[in-house]
């Protein structure tokens, strides 16, 4: 049975990009299946001997998905300022001179159309990912399973700092290395 939810006029744009990017929208759409999505994204950044990484997690990962004819899509977001490192003067830095919170105080992801043929899809995915203030394309891979009242997923890609304009983090002479990989976990209820 179709589910038809209410558009504010982000995710009108938003949508009408996403969905039909042709078609005129009126003040909502219909689509098979909209997911509430929370979740948890981590990050793992190494220094350049490889000897050690920096951990970063944020349990604050927001979102919808939407089941339809062309396939499973969706919009994330999530507050850049509730990373942890278990560090609080490494949090501290993370914050002001990495992701510069007070400036860029939310990062964002649309996901591109993935098709399922099945309760379970693991695979390729693709989006954009708005970081720092920059849109990039993001590649990477996933993990959906699909339960009765929704689904869970597992997602990483790698990111490159210096593609999002954020100089390598550097602490008496050791540096970060400029890939950093990036895992996404999350839950969506209908």
Not at 107 to 129: A, D, H
Not at 153 to 171: G, R
């Amino acid at each position: 049975m179709p589910v038809i939810f209410p558009l504010s006029s982000l995710s009108l744009v938003l949508a009408s990009t996403i969905f039909a990017p042709n078609i005129a929208f009126s003040e909502s759409i219909q689509v098979e299946q909209v997911f509430k999505e929370k979740g948890e994204v981590d990050f793992y950044a190494s220094i350049r001997s490889g000897l050690f990484k920096v951990h970063g997690t944020n349990d604050q990962l927001t979102g919808t998905l939407s089941q339809s004819s062309e396939g499973l899509q969706g919009a994330f977001s999530i507050p850049m300022i509730q990373f942890t490192t278990g560090s609080k003067m490494r949090d501290r830095h993370l914050n002001t001179k990495i992701f510069q919170s007070d400036q860029f105080s939310d990062g964002s992801m649309t996901l591109s159309p993935i098709v399922l043929t099945g309760k379970n899809y693991e695979g390729p995915f693709n989006g954009k990912l708005k970081f720092h203030g920059l849109e990039k394309d993001i590649f990477g891979l996933v993990k959906i399973q699909m339960k009765e009242n929704g689904l869970v997923h597992h997602a990483s890609f790698t990111i490159k700092l210096s593609d999002f304009n954020i100089p390598l983090p550097e602490f008496a002479g050791i540096k970060v290395l400029d890939e950093v990989k990036v895992e996404v976990d999350g839950r969506a209820a209908l």
